[in-house]
């Protein structure tokens, strides 16, 4: 089981901080739609949120050692793509680093505008660090924008992948599931 990645795949590092931010996300987007239109008195009302912001924060963390692994990391060749699959796929790549640390980021505003911390599953705060008042709506709005963004980017990216598996007949998508191959 190779923990980095190589020119024929991807390690199992790179491939479990996918998986786990890509069920991350969607989770998030989903439990998001649900608790906005939670009233006061369901019981609820205080957990989906801090469920939300705790599971945010976790993925912000995950995010940035992701950025790092994929700076220090080899990239699998993408030899079976045409010249605009490539392109596309780099922008598509690296599109989701700024649009989930502006999600993410705004996500931490509207929870800290007020100064208050957020508090991880009880495991450790995350301080507020700019406070400002009104901030908290307009980081919403934000944040809102942002996740049908992120979820558009994600259709894209999971269309594109599943066209290379069945109609393609490439090896993208395996790359990702299982690795290189093991006789290349």
């Known amino acids: 089981m190779l923990i980095f990645d190589t020119r024929t795949g991807y390690g199992v590092l790179s491939r479990l901080i996918h998986w786990i931010m890509a069920l991350g996300v969607l989770f998030l987007f989903g439990l998001g739609l649900w608790m906005v239109d939670l009233d006061y008195y369901s019981p609820y009302y205080t957990l989906a949120p801090n469920v939300h912001r705790s599971i945010g924060i976790l993925l ?3 995010l940035v050692f992701r950025f790092g ?6 990239h699998p060749d993408d030899d079976d793509l045409t010249a605009f699959e490539r392109i596309a796929a780099r922008f598509v790549h690296w599109g989701f680093y700024p649009l989930l640390l502006g999600l993410m980021v705004s996500g931490y505003l509207i929870s800290t505008a ?3 911390t957020i508090e991880v599953f009880d495991w450790f705060s995350v301080p507020s660090i700019y406070q400002r008042k009104g901030l908290e709506d307009t980081a919403g709005e934000v ?13 894209l990216h999971s269309a594109a992948a599943l066209k290379h598996h069945f ?8 790359r990702m599931w299982s690795g290189p191959p093991t006789n290349p």
């Open 69 to 74: 692994w994929r700076l220090i990391n080899t």
């Open 143 to 155: 944040h809102e924008i942002l996740a049908y963004l992120t979820i558009a980017l994600v259709a």
């Open 167 to 174: 109609i393609d007949r490439s090896r993208t998508l395996a």
């Open 114 to 116: 007020d100064g208050h």
């Open 60 to 62: 912000l963390m995950l």
